[in-house]
């Protein structure tokens, strides 16, 4: 059992909270909301709240993978981000050289594997390198994936699945009624995450309560936690509340009696 405790905002009471080792979500995906807005009531530029974001970045990964989390998925950069200021842009696309610079021997002592989807192709030659080496640094890493979405969007890789499928059709390859839920898996970015590709639990921070283009298929079957902190102030006990809020949600009676809902 994993203790933490948990004081109420209205009453200020202590409440000591325990997590279920044998059930903690092999998947979490997170969309890391608010760094902007973080910023913003410090009076400070919204870049400030991104570079405060990847600190807590590595702060959450490393508390995951001390819980036992399978992968991490972290939503750090959509294909609708481009459309943010030039400068803002161009700071984002330093982060993920920033982080190596500073993550990785990190990363590998606590034998965290990185790995990234999206169309990365499209992102400037420095921080294709950054990824490309960050990879390539933690290969030999065994235990929890840490997964960047980057320059993601959920269509456009259903789109981009498609495509595929249908190149494969009209090659001959395929017949239509071969396609069927594996098929498209198999086209998609989690691909090689294999069994644990579907995130067990979603969390977005800041308040927000959409998905934003985010693993629109992958979800289908998640538990969805928003939280009101802004992605800076996220930490160790936030994740372990957004964890016991979804043990509450997904028992595992014991192993004896079925689910009450299918999957
Ligand atoms: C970014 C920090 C977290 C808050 C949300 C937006 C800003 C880590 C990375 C990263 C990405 C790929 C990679 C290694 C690190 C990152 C962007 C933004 C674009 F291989 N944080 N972070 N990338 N933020």
């Not at 080792?21 to 997170?30: G, S, V, W």
């Not at 009076?43 to 991490?72: F, W």
């Not at 308040?207 to 998640?222: C, I």
Request: charged letters at 25%; hydrophobic letters at 40%; glycine letters at 6%.
């Amino acid at each position: 059992m994993f203790s933490f405790s948990k004081k109420d905002q209205v009453t200020g009471e202590v409440a000591e909270r325990q997590l279920d080792e044998q059930n903690i979500p092999a998947h979490i995906a997170i969309i890391m909301d608010g760094n902007g807005r973080w910023a913003q009531q410090r009076h400070l530029p919204r870049i400030a709240g991104h570079k405060q974001g990847m600190n807590t970045v590595k702060t959450v990964a490393k508390a995951a993978s001390h819980l036992g989390v399978k992968v991490l998925t972290l939503y750090a950069f959509s294909t609708e981000n481009w459309k943010r200021p030039t400068a803002e842009v161009n700071y984002l696309m330093k982060l993920p050289v920033d982080f190596f610079g500073t993550f990785v021997p990190d990363l590998i002592k606590n034998n965290i594997r990185v790995k990234v989807m999206g169309y990365t192709d499209q992102l400037p030659a420095a921080t294709q390198k950054a990824v490309r080496d960050a990879i390539a640094d933690t290969a030999d890493c065994t235990g929890m994936v840490l997964n960047f979405a980057l320059n993601y969007g959920g269509r456009a890789e259903i789109v981009t699945a498609v495509q595929k499928l249908a190149q494969q059709v009209q090659a001959g390859t395929l017949t239509p009624d071969e396609i069927d839920d594996a098929a498209i898996d198999q086209q998609l970015m989690t691909q090689d995450l294999g069994e644990l590709r579907d995130p067990d639990l979603l969390i977005r921070t800041s308040g927000e309560e959409r998905l934003s283009n985010f693993m629109l298929w992958q979800v289908a079957y998640s538990e969805f936690v928003f939280t009101q902190q802004h992605w800076p102030d996220f930490d160790q006990t936030a994740l372990e509340e957004a964890i016991y809020e979804y043990q509450q949600r997904h028992r595992r009676y014991g192993g004896l009696a079925p689910e009450p809902t299918t999957k």
